[in-house]
């Protein structure tokens, strides 16, 4: 048995330091976690209900996260228990592969805020994991359009998670005039969410720890505001992005019926680079509210649905073909005002539910985006946030989950991430290491800048590069190279496919302008249509709603559930053909 | 008409002139027996409360008949979107 040694407890979490398997490491006291076999053929055991069975075999026992493809779950426990004990316990279980500690050997950045260990939130989306890379960045800036921020009478920030100097900016109270005092708390809370003052040792923390934050207040005492309103604090937002050169994302965790005014925001902030991430409504599976539901319309818009804490939608949120991405907005802790407001909740911190609070998580996390991919468009950011977005169930597009639940490392990462496949051992990448495809048996490669592009085939044991490759116009091997063979040929000198850009489907990722409908001779026929109505690109087709497809192109039914499925047969031979 | 609050929007042809916008509102307020709640933006929109009592659709028809009336439409309201 490991002796377990007294450590710190950072971010209010129960974690420990002490040997395991020879090592030092962190671990957390309250779960572990466990691996299960695939049930028999013909059982009817289903991993959750095997997961209940383990989690009843201990005092206090709740699964903390159900398995998911991999049949990997974290099990909690009565903190009180000893974490080692439980592992031994559970070892002899016969429908585990195996039980181990959670240990703690990546985030280097562990917020110390008091109420941290509250907020369930930022362990679903990988946040630590993304504060790692980036916290935020004074060229990027989120603007709240709501009901204002904590203030005091005067017109003072008066909160102690929102009081930086200098980081809140003041903007118009279109309701009664003056500072956007919040007299309703839904605006402060949603503030909390993006941008809290984070490893202050106080309170909560935002998702963006760093960039400015710019309030206007257009929703009154009983959370309610008009679209004109709405329209001229986007401009406002907008017009101060430019005019100060920051890449901006606006929230708006609100929302109502359609109109022109509307649109015309919408329209106004797409012609600036400026993105806006809003809720897509409660009405409990009812339809997007705009001006969520101007996704389809606008590639700046980001229409954000609710989870709850075990990564399914919540009954609440709305659903349509219009949701962009979902992320956690049940039992959400952030920041309430000082003095009491119209919501009945807390003085300075509380938990409130909604699409509300889904929203400003997400522009907090592409706010960290924008910070990190300065030179990255607004559709790029969009895009990287729905291709890396965790699917939530089968397919990759759903009218709950959208493109799936965001992943703040992973939405990070986009741009320089790469997907290693199976085989896969050890990889070490530097900073403009953009898109490289691994195939089977590559054992150990090692990148310097500038890499740009590289293929591997089979029986690649150890390759080390240099200053330059592209197409391999220039490799050096280490004594350590054994086999090596490239795919193309010395001289094929093909023009770069794209954009830059990457859009991953499945495992695979393709370069944007791999996927670009004119390159398949199947779809050129249709190329020109497609186009008119916003579809350029193989996956948006094969991710089309049928119906609406069939609407928007002047197609029958018969011809636009084809062509979909034409789309996804595409795909499918392009993703095996790049394993 | 979606969640009539009694208010206005008129959408003004870019390219106006401040006097010319000023009296175009002033007109519209007279011919809708309206306020101006909103001075226009810089985008050009202008928020009028309508006078209790009047039915905003007539009016509504009347304005878009005028030739630096892009749009005009009904405000509408927005909700926060809390559980």
Same mark, same amino acid.
């Given at each position: 048995?490991?002796?377990?040694?007294?450590?710190?407890?950072?971010?209010?979490?129960?974690?420990?330091?002490?040997?395991?398997?020879?090592?030092?490491?962190?671990?957390?006291?309250?779960?572990?976690?466990?691996?299960?076999?695939?049930?028999?053929?013909?059982?009817?055991?289903?991993?959750?209900?095997?997961?209940?069975?383990?989690?009843?075999?201990?005092?206090?026992?709740?699964?903390?996260?159900?398995?998911?493809?991999?049949?990997?779950?974290?099990?909690?426990?009565?903190?009180?228990?000893?974490?080692?004990?439980?592992?031994?316990?559970?070892?002899?279980?016969?429908?585990?592969?195996?039980?181990?500690?959670?240990?703690?050997?990546?985030?280097?950045?562990?917020?110390?805020?008091?109420?941290?260990?509250?907020?369930?939130?930022?362990?679903?989306?990988?946040?630590?994991?993304?504060?790692?890379?980036?916290?935020?960045?004074?060229?990027?800036?989120?603007?709240?359009?709501?009901?204002?921020?904590?203030?005091?009478?005067?017109?003072?920030?008066?909160?102690?998670?929102?009081?930086?100097?200098?980081?809140?900016?003041? =903007?118009?109270?279109?309701?009664?005039? =003056?500072?956007?005092?919040?007299?309703?708390?839904?605006?402060?809370?949603?503030?909390?969410?993006?941008?809290?003052?984070?490893?202050?040792?106080?309170?909560?923390?935002?998702?963006?720890?760093?960039?400015?934050?710019?309030?206007?207040?257009?929703?009154?005492?009983?959370?309610?505001?008009?679209?004109?309103?709405?329209?001229?604090?986007?401009?406002?937002?907008?017009?101060?992005?430019?005019?100060?050169?920051?890449? &901006?994302?606006?929230?708006?965790?609100?929302?109502?019926?359609?109109?022109?005014?509307?649109?015309?925001?919408?329209?106004?902030?797409?012609?600036?680079?400026?993105?806006?991430?809003?809720?897509?409504?409660?009405?409990?599976?009812?339809?997007?509210?705009?001006?969520?539901?101007?996704?389809?319309?606008?590639?700046?818009?980001?229409?954000?649905?609710?989870?709850?804490?075990?990564?399914?939608?919540?009954?609440?949120?709305?659903?349509?073909?219009?949701?962009?991405?979902?992320?956690?907005?049940?039992?959400?802790?952030?920041?309430?005002?000082?003095?009491?407001?119209?919501?009945?909740?807390?003085?300075?911190?509380?938990?409130?539910?909604?699409?509300?609070?889904?929203?400003?998580?997400?522009?907090?996390?592409?706010?960290?985006? !924008?910070?990190?991919?300065?030179?990255?468009?607004?559709?790029?950011?969009?895009?990287?946030?729905?291709?890396?977005?965790?699917?939530?169930?089968?397919?990759?597009?759903?009218?709950?989950?959208?493109?799936?639940?965001?992943?703040?490392?992973?939405?990070?990462?986009?741009?320089?991430?790469?997907?290693? #496949?199976?085989?896969?051992?050890?990889?070490?990448?530097?900073?403009?290491?953009?898109?490289?495809?691994?195939?089977?048996?590559?054992?150990?490669?090692?990148?310097?800048?500038?890499?740009?592009?590289?293929?591997?085939?089979?029986?690649?044991?150890?390759?080390?590069?240099?200053?330059?490759?592209?197409?391999?116009?220039?490799?050096?091997?280490?004594?350590?190279? !054994?086999?090596?063979?490239?795919?193309?040929?010395?001289?094929?000198?093909?023009?770069?496919?794209?954009?830059?850009?990457?859009?991953?489907?499945?495992?695979?990722?393709?370069?944007?302008?791999?996927?670009?409908?004119?390159?398949?001779?199947?779809?050129?026929?249709?190329?020109?249509?497609?186009?008119?109505?916003?579809? !350029?690109?193989?996956?948006?087709?094969?991710?089309?709603?049928?119906?609406?497809?069939?609407?928007? &192109?002047?197609?029958?039914?018969?011809?636009?559930?084809?062509?979909?499925?034409?789309?996804?047969?595409?795909?499918?031979?392009?993703? #095996?053909?790049?394993? | 008409?979606?969640?009539?609050?009694?208010?206005?929007?008129?959408?003004?042809?870019?390219?106006?002139?401040?006097?010319?916008?000023?009296?175009?509102?002033?007109?519209?307020?007279?011919?809708?027996?309206?306020?101006?709640?909103?001075?226009?933006?810089?985008?050009?929109?202008?928020?009028?409360?309508?006078?209790?009592?009047?039915?905003?659709?007539?009016?509504?028809?009347?304005?878009?008949?005028?030739?630096?009336?892009?749009?005009?439409?009904?405000?509408?309201?927005?909700?926060?979107?809390?559980?």
């Amino acid at each position: 048995m490991l002796p377990k040694t007294p450590g710190s407890n950072r971010s209010g979490r129960r974690i420990e330091e002490g040997q395991w398997e020879g090592k030092r490491v962190r671990y957390f006291t309250d779960h572990v976690i466990v691996k299960f076999k695939a049930p028999p053929k013909g059982s009817d055991r289903t991993a959750r209900s095997l997961s209940d069975d383990i989690a009843r075999q201990l005092p206090g026992g709740r699964i903390k996260r159900y398995p998911r493809a991999t049949g990997r779950a974290l099990v909690a426990f009565d903190p009180k228990e000893n974490v080692f004990d439980v592992v031994k316990r559970l070892s002899s279980d016969d429908s585990l592969v195996y039980v181990e500690l959670d240990v703690v050997d990546s985030a280097q950045i562990a917020p110390n805020d008091t109420r941290y260990g509250d907020q369930w939130s930022h362990g679903i989306v990988d946040s630590e994991d993304a504060w790692d890379l980036e916290t935020g960045t004074a060229t990027a800036l989120i603007g709240i359009i709501d009901s204002g921020i904590s203030l005091t009478a005067g017109g003072a920030l008066d909160h102690p998670d929102l009081d930086t100097p200098g980081r809140y900016i003041l =903007g118009t109270d279109f309701v009664d005039g =003056g500072t956007p005092r919040d007299l309703n708390g839904h605006g402060t809370h949603v503030a909390g969410i993006a941008a809290a003052e984070s490893n202050n040792a106080e309170g909560v923390v935002g998702m963006n720890w760093v960039s400015p934050v710019y309030i206007c207040r257009t929703l009154d005492t009983n959370g309610n505001g008009g679209s004109a309103d709405f329209a001229d604090a986007v401009e406002e937002i907008s017009d101060y992005a430019v005019a100060h050169n920051l890449q &901006a994302v606006i929230n708006y965790s609100g929302g109502g019926p359609d109109n022109q005014t509307k649109r015309d925001a919408c329209q106004y902030a797409q012609a600036r680079g400026v993105l806006l991430c809003a809720a897509t409504g409660n009405d409990n599976g009812g339809p997007v509210i705009f001006p969520a539901a101007y996704s389809t319309m606008f590639d700046n818009v980001i229409a954000v649905g609710s989870t709850d804490d075990d990564d399914t939608v919540s009954s609440f949120s709305n659903v349509g073909p219009e949701v962009t991405v979902v992320a956690p907005g049940r039992d959400i802790l952030s920041t309430m005002p000082t003095y009491a407001v119209t919501i009945p909740a807390a003085l300075n911190y509380d938990t409130l539910d909604g699409t509300s609070m889904a929203t400003p998580l997400v522009t907090g996390l592409v706010a960290l985006m !924008r910070s990190r991919h300065p030179g990255f468009s607004h559709v790029a950011i969009r895009d990287c946030l729905i291709n890396t977005a965790v699917k939530l169930g089968p397919g990759t597009f759903d009218n709950a989950w959208g493109n799936g639940r965001v992943s703040a490392e992973a939405a990070l990462r986009c741009g320089d991430l790469v997907f290693p #496949t199976l085989f896969t051992l050890f990889t070490r990448f530097t900073t403009f290491t953009l898109y490289t495809r691994f195939t089977r048996f590559t054992y150990f490669t090692r990148f310097t800048m500038w890499t740009r592009f590289t293929k591997f085939t089979r029986f690649t044991k150890f390759t080390r590069f240099t200053i330059f490759t592209f197409f391999t116009n220039f490799t050096r091997f280490s004594p350590f190279t !054994r086999f090596q063979r490239f795919t193309r040929a010395p001289g094929d000198r093909r023009p770069p496919i794209g954009d830059g850009q990457f859009v991953r489907v499945g495992k695979t990722v393709f370069e944007r302008g791999e996927l670009a409908i004119g390159r398949f001779r199947e779809l050129r026929k249709v190329e020109q249509e497609l186009r008119n109505v916003g579809i !350029r690109y193989l996956h948006e087709l094969a991710a089309s709603n049928r119906e609406q497809l069939s609407k928007v &192109a002047r197609l029958s039914g018969s011809d636009a559930e084809a062509l979909v499925k034409l789309a996804k047969q595409l795909l499918a031979s392009n993703s #095996t053909q790049q394993q | 008409m979606p969640d009539d609050v009694g208010r206005i929007i008129v959408k003004f042809r870019t390219a106006l002139d401040a006097p010319e916008l000023q009296r175009l509102c002033d007109e519209i307020a007279r011919m809708a027996n309206a306020r101006l709640v909103r001075l226009p933006s810089a985008s050009g929109r202008a928020v009028f409360q309508v006078a209790a009592g009047s039915t905003v659709g007539a009016l509504l028809d009347e304005i878009r008949k005028l030739p630096s009336v892009e749009y005009v439409e009904p405000e509408i309201t927005d909700h926060s979107a809390r559980q």
